[in-house]
Antibody
Framework: EVQLVESGGGLVQPGGSLRLSCAAS????????INWVRQAPGKGLEWVSF????????YYADSVRGRFTFSRDNAKNLMYLQMDSLTAEDTAVYYC???????????WGKGTTVIVSS | QSALTQPASVSGSPGQSITISCTGT?????????VSWYQQHPGKAPKLMIY???NRPSGVSDRFSGSKSGNTASLTISGLQAEDEADYYC???????????FGGGTKLTVL
């Protein structure tokens, strides 16, 4: 079964850090671009970050650039989102999604919840 | 990074058809045939319903269709059913470091 599973979410204080993981299975992970997408409570979807197949090119939304780092380990079928200097505005459900051909997101994880609060 | 523009809500009765619009610019919706639509039920992950403007993934009902004219894409749902009630998001590729742009989302109510 083609699957993405996020983990690593939780409660963190403002200014703190958290590392999210996304494990891929059922497909040739290293052949696909990947996006991270988040959704704040009661809000819409917001694109966060993108990685090419080898992780050599990574893009970030303005709202997270300089604070978040997207990396991937194709040998382990894993990707990570390192989140630093977190603020309340980063509170959201974070999804990883497969992004074939940089065109559409056909496989999504179930999401992991990040809450930034003191 | 302004979001694509969607109506906040639409509604229809069972059996009717509705259309959700998604307006962008020539740098995104109008410039590429990489518009996709996602359905999201409460507490669930988004589900791909339409890709590359008008293509349906395997398993998606043919009651869902997509189109594009200029800078505006549209999702049409025909023969509305109760299970279609959900939030719908459009999404477009754009050629910049902001590679993905979402619409603000449309809440579909089946009356």
């Amino acid at each position: 079964e083609v699957q993405l599973v996020e983990s690593g979410g939780g409660l963190v204080q403002p200014g703190g850090s958290l590392r999210l993981s996304c494990a891929a299975s059922g497909f040739f992970f290293s052949a696909f671009e990947i996006n991270w997408v988040r959704q704040a409570p009661g809000k819409g979807l917001e694109w966060v970050s993108f990685s090419t197949t080898r992780g050599t090119t990574v893009y970030y939304a303005d709202s997270v650039r300089g604070r978040f780092t997207f990396s991937r380990d194709n040998a382990k079928n894993l990707m990570y989102l390192q989140m630093d200097s977190l603020t309340a505005e980063d509170t959201a459900v974070y999804y990883c999604a497969r992004f074939p051909g940089e065109s559409y997101m056909d496989v999504w994880g179930k999401g992991t919840t990040v809450i930034v609060s003191s | 990074q302004s979001a694509l523009t969607q109506p906040a809500s639409v509604s229809g009765s069972p059996g009717q058809s509705i259309t959700i619009s998604c307006t962008g610019t020539s740098s995104d919706v109008g410039g590429y045939n990489r518009v996709s639509w996602y359905q999201q039920h409460p507490g669930k992950a988004p589900k791909l319903m339409i890709y590359d403007v008008s293509n349906r993934p395997s398993g998606v009902s043919d009651r869902f269709s997509g189109s594009k004219s200029g800078n505006t894409a549209s999702l049409t749902i025909s023969g509305l059913q109760a299970e279609d009630e959900a939030d719908y998001y459009c999404c477009s590729y754009r050629s910049s470091s902001t590679i993905v742009l979402f619409g603000g989302g449309t809440k579909l109510t089946v009356l």
